[in-house]
């Protein structure tokens, strides 16, 4: 029998959250996305429709071929047409081609919209719920039943919305989730709606809150202390309008203050590092008054509050901030900081338990560097080879000289870049020159063909990604800029970054880092 404390959670960070404005996530972001979900153990995972767009198409089809260890792919689709039978109807054939672990279907809860909006009477609505969601039960072992418009159509009709909850359920969903759409409910509001629910339907109920009154979170924890089971949101609240309940703020709520069980066992201390992997991947800038994960959620500033917590930390802590996976910043400690690097030495294969000093010296390191505008949440292989430098294991497979860069505006208003770059391996100078359709492939192309002579196993690092962040935006062009660059070897995916008031700079060190991080992982010998 299922832990009466489990609580399902469903993210939805890569359909909801993609709703945000300014989000866009490739098809390799999404991939990457979703192997952290299953990494931490999120139980279902949200990806969209399966033909929204070609992106979506390519998403579904690559992840055919993969298996994850513990999350559920879950595909988002409508209700059928109002006038189409459900096994013609084109969306629905199209969940059915999807692959899917688990359906949500989707279907209007209020009256006002069923009779304004979809324009059809409310009797034909209920059948399009219950014809959609049998017919996806006889092929998909779980099927989910986005109410929508569930709180508002309450307040307007009650009778109405409970009886679409009833529709779905006698249909076979395995969860009905009453949607907060428009957000604007209000948690006195949710707990009266849901015991009225519990009183009326004996099923399991899911929760899914937008955020814009504010309350998107605590509306989620007190659905929960009504006894809902299953819970919807996305990492960092990114969403439409206001966002979506925040899952980084709803989990550890659960789990450390209710006592539910949410991600796999052992893994909320991966919370902090998988909200700014997220955010990195967003290309979003962290919050850093978020709860829980943010930068600030532990940093004690004023005299009084230091003396507190480095006597006892729950004098002014509301959960000890290792349990998130985040650290406590206040200025006569850094323990918290040491230990984290010894912790991750260690996965690298360094022990620096019995070298105090080397931790000193990477901690400062770190803490310079983050005050120029350097992150290593999600630039892992920069931060192992700053490690392995200063542990002093770290390769050097070739020296640069110097490299140069020119751009050059066509009279048919193209762009060229070359870029000629001088190197030494060996004992041997090497200079190239290559051409691109930007500085920083002309760059990469160059410093490739210098090298691959000597490491023939260049070809097969790839760079994947390459993402650009103003620091400062006030300062206009003279702005610091940091260049995140994502690569792989076809096997494994390892970010690198640089930081620099010049563009081309930046770039350089990343691309430096990510080469001499894949050399070092395919077993290339230091040469140089
Ligand atoms: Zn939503």
Redesign the pocket.
């Known amino acids: 029998m299922e832990d009466k404390n489990k609580i399902h959670i469903l993210d ?1 960070t890569l359909r ?1 959250g993609s709703q945000r404005a300014d989000i866009s996530f490739s098809v390799n972001d999404k991939l990457q996305l979703i192997e952290r979900f299953d990494d931490i153990g999120i139980d279902y995972v949200e990806i969209g429709f399966p033909a929204s767009n070609p992106k979506e198409a390519e998403l579904f089809k690559k992840l055919k071929d993969m298996k994850f260890q513990y999350s559920k792919i879950v595909a988002f689709g409508m209700t059928r047409y109002k006038n189409v039978k459900v096994e013609d109807d084109k969306n629905i054939k199209q969940l059915m081609g999807s692959g899917a672990d688990a359906i949500c279907v989707v279907g209007k809860s209020s009256s006002l919209h069923v009779e304004k909006v979809i324009e059809t009477s409310l009797e034909n609505n209920l059948s399009m719920i219950f014809d959609s969601i049998e017919y996806l039960k006889k092929y998909f072992p779980e099927v989910i039943f986005d109410a929508e418009h569930f709180f508002d159509g309450f307040k307007e009709n009650p009778e109405y919305a409970m009886k679409t909850l009833k529709t779905a359920l006698e249909a076979g969903a395995d969860y009905l989730c009453p ?1 907060d ?1 428009n957000g604007g409910v209000l948690p006195g509001e949710v707990s009266e709606i849901i015991d009225r629910i519990n009183k009326s339907v004996k099923a399991d109920i899911g929760a ?1 809150f ?1 955020n814009d009154s504010g309350c998107g979170v605590a509306n989620t924890i007190i659905a929960v202390q009504k006894g809902v089971k299953m819970v ?1 949101g996305t990492i960092n609240g990114y ?1 439409e309008r206001c966002g ?1 309940a925040d899952l980084c703020q709803v989990i550890p709520n659960l789990e450390i203050k209710l006592n539910k069980k949410c991600l796999k066992k052992g893994s909320l201390k991966h919370l902090t590092a998988l909200s700014r992997f997220v955010s990195e991947t967003a290309n979003q800038v962290t919050n850093p008054s978020q709860p829980f994960v943010g930068r600030n959620a532990f940093t004690h500033k004023g005299g009084m509050h230091v003396s507190g917590v480095s006597k006892l930390s729950k004098t002014f802590e509301h959960v000890d901030p290792g349990v998130v996976g985040n650290t406590r910043r206040i200025l006569i400690s850094e323990l918290s900081g040491k230990k984290s690097i010894i912790l991750k030495a260690k996965e690298f294969g360094i022990e620096l338990e019995n070298d105090l000093k080397k931790v000193s010296e990477i901690l400062n390191r770190v803490q310079n560097m983050e005050h120029k505008g350097y992150q290593f949440e999600a630039a892992d292989g920069s931060f192992e080879l700053l490690v392995k430098e200063v542990a002093g294991v770290k390769k050097r497979f070739f020296k640069l000289e110097s490299f140069r860069v020119l751009n050059e505006k066509k009279e048919d208003g193209g762009m060229m870049s070359e870029a000629t770059v001088k190197v030494h391996i060996k004992g041997k100078r090497i200079i190239e020159t290559s051409e691109g359709n930007g500085p920083v492939n002309a760059l990469d192309r160059a410093l490739r063909k210098s090298i691959e002579g000597c490491y023939p196993a260049l070809s097969n690092i790839k760079l994947t990604d390459f993402k650009v962040r103003v620091l400062n935006e006030k300062k206009g062009t003279g702005a610091v800029v940091r260049v995140l660059i994502e690569s792989s070897d076809g096997k494994k995916n390892w970010g690198t970054i640089g930081v620099s008031e010049n563009i081309i700079e930046a770039s350089w060190q990343a691309l430096e880092d990510s080469i001499v991080y894949g050399l070092m992982h395919v077993g290339e010998n230091n040469d140089s």
Do not use: P, V
């Open positions: 939805t909801d949607c759409t899914h937008h919807h969403g979506n």
